[in-house]
């Protein structure tokens, strides 16, 4: 859903030179991230988990969906923040510009 913003934004502000690297960091960020998300949402659904998988899958997975919403909201946070006036105003104003 995000995937082709997130790659626009990394590579958009770069010279054509630096494009490649930029889509490169951005493509290893988002594989990390998404190796990360599972396995700590695992570790999360399993350590909930008590007595047989059938009867308690749903119960534990609460915890991990209350992960995955604390996330998102993280998510949306950081993209207000870092598009903000002030964020704006500094990226303009830093050395690189």
């Keep these: 859903m995000v995937n082709t913003a997130i790659t626009s934004t990394a590579v958009a502000g770069l010279p054509t030179a630096q494009a490649g ?5 951005s493509s290893a960020s988002r594989q990390v991230g998404l190796s990360l998300g599972v396995a700590i ?3 999360v659904l399993n350590s909930g988990l008590h007595g047989p998988v059938r009867a308690g899958f749903i119960g534990a997975s609460h915890a991990g969906w209350w992960l995955l ?7 949306l946070l950081l ?7 002030w964020a704006l105003h500094t990226a303009a104003h830093s050395p690189g510009h």
């Design 21 to 25: 690297v930029a889509s490169g960091i």
């Design 41 to 43: 949402t695992g570790s």
């Design 69 to 75: 919403v604390g996330c998102g909201y993280l998510v």
């Design 79 to 85: 993209g207000l923040v870092t598009t903000s006036r």
